[in-house]
T-cell receptor, first 108, second 116 residues
Framework: TQLLEQSPQFLSIQEGENLTVYCNSSSVFSSLQWYRQEPGEGPVLLVTVVTGGEVKKLKRLTFQFGDARKDSSLHITAAQTGDTGLYLCAGGFQKLVFGTGTRLLVSP | GAVVSQHPSRVICKSGTSVKIECRSLDFQATTMFWYRQFPKQSLMLMATSNEGSKATYEQGVEKDKFLINHASLTLSTLTVTSAHPEDSSFYIC????????????FGAGTRLSVL
C-alpha cells in the first residue's frame, strides 16, 4: 500500500514568515500533485510535478520533487492570510493516494 | 479549466432515509469518476472508483450496498447513501478524470451530509 506522510500536521505562523511542508513516501510515484483545500470546499490543484528533481514555482509557492520521486516539498515565501488552508499532496496514476495533510494557519 | 459540479452542497436528512449526491463534469467527458469521504480535519479517503457504463470498484472496508454508485454517462456519476445513519455524516467529495490525463483529477466542491 502506498502511503504519503506529510509534515508538519499543523502549522501556525504570522504573515510574512516562510514555511516548508514535506510529503514523504517509501514508494516511488510517477508524479505528485499538491492541492489546497479550504473549509467546506473541494481540493484545488496547485501543481503537478513529474520529473525527479523538478522544481516548479507558482508566485510565492515553490514545489520540488525529490530525485528518487519518493518525496516532495512545498515552500511558501512571505506567507499571507489567504494562504490559510489544508495542503494535500497526492500521488498515483488515475487512482490517487492522498497525503495525511498539513493544516496551515496564517495570522495577520 | 475543467469544471466539476457537485450537488447538493449540503443536505440534512433523517436516519433511515436515502440521499443521492450528483457529480457532473460540465465541460469535459469524464471516463472515470471518484468518490471520497473526508472526516473533520483529516485527509481524503477514497471510497470507490467508477467508470462509465461499468460497475464501481470499491475500496476495502466500503460497503457497496450502503454506498450505491452509478456512472450512467460520461458526464454524470451519482452516489446514493442508503438507509443513512448518523455515523454516515461526513463530507463527501467527487472528482473526475479524463482519458488523456489520467494522473489529474478535477474535484467537486463537496457535499456536507448530516444525518439526524
Amino acid at each position: 500500500t502506498q502511503l504519503l506522510e506529510q509534515s508538519p500536521q499543523f502549522l501556525s505562523i504570522q504573515e510574512g514568515e516562510n514555511l516548508t511542508v514535506y510529503c514523504n513516501s517509501s514508494s516511488v510515484f510517477s508524479s505528485l500533485q499538491w492541492y489546497r483545500q479550504e473549509p467546506g470546499e473541494g481540493p484545488v490543484l496547485l501543481v503537478t510535478v513529474v520529473t525527479g528533481g523538478e522544481v516548479k514555482k507558482l508566485k510565492r509557492l515553490t514545489f520540488q520533487f525529490g530525485d528518487a520521486r519518493k518525496d516532495s516539498s512545498l515552500h511558501i515565501t512571505a506567507a499571507q492570510t489567504g494562504d490559510t488552508g489544508l495542503y494535500l499532496c497526492a500521488g498515483g496514476f488515475q487512482k490517487l493516494v492522498f497525503g495525511t495533510g498539513t493544516r496551515l494557519l496564517v495570522s495577520p | 479549466g475543467a469544471v466539476v459540479s457537485q450537488h447538493p452542497s449540503r443536505v440534512i436528512c433523517k436516519s433511515g432515509t436515502s440521499v443521492k449526491i450528483e457529480c457532473r463534469s460540465l465541460d469535459f467527458q469524464a471516463t472515470t469518476m471518484f468518490w471520497y469521504r473526508q472526516f473533520p480535519k483529516q485527509s481524503l479517503m477514497l471510497m470507490a472508483t467508477s467508470n462509465e457504463g461499468s460497475k464501481a470498484t470499491y475500496e476495502q472496508g466500503v460497503e457497496k450496498d450502503k454506498f450505491l454508485i452509478n456512472h450512467a454517462s460520461l458526464t454524470l456519476s451519482t452516489l446514493t447513501v442508503t438507509s443513512a445513519h448518523p455515523e454516515d455524516s461526513s463530507f463527501y467529495i467527487c472528482s473526475a478524470g479524463m482519458r488523456i490525463a489520467k494522473n489529474i483529477q478535477y474535484f467537486g466542491a463537496g457535499t456536507r451530509l448530516s444525518v439526524l
